[in-house]
């Protein structure tokens, strides 16, 4: 399949996602281990993929939504953003609200 058909699918069979450095319990950098915490508090369950582990995904994802970071969190198919702003919304909130929406119709 190609990367980039993989990704899509990925973000539309998931209510919510983020594409990470490492696992949420292993990650392998900061940014992506604040906004795992971020959903992890949210207390609804979540995808992840380990982009170091996939080098498909890893070089594909940034082209997918014009997003050249790591971490990327989408929520129903969005992307939301990256760390600092997973990070203001869930400061505010919001995060917890789009995400116990996103998986609890699901």
């Avoid at 993989?6 to 319990?25: A, C, H, S, W, Y």
């Avoid at 990327?72 to 400061?91: F, K, P, R, S, W």
Wanted: glycine residues 6%; negative net charge; charged residues 20%.
């Amino acid at each position: 399949m190609d990367p980039l058909e993989r990704i899509k699918d990925l973000v539309e069979k998931n209510p919510v996602i983020i594409f990470m450095k490492g696992t949420p319990q292993f990650p392998m950098c900061g940014f992506s281990s604040r906004t795992a915490a971020a959903l992890q508090d949210c207390g609804a369950p979540f995808a992840h993929v380990n982009v170091l582990a996939d080098q498909e995904v890893y070089e594909n994802l940034p082209k997918f939504a014009d997003w050249p970071t790591f971490p990327q969190v989408y929520i129903n198919g969005e992307l939301i953003g990256g760390c600092d702003i997973t990070l203001e919304m869930h400061a505010s909130g919001d995060l917890k609200k789009m995400v116990t929406e996103a998986t609890a119709s699901r």
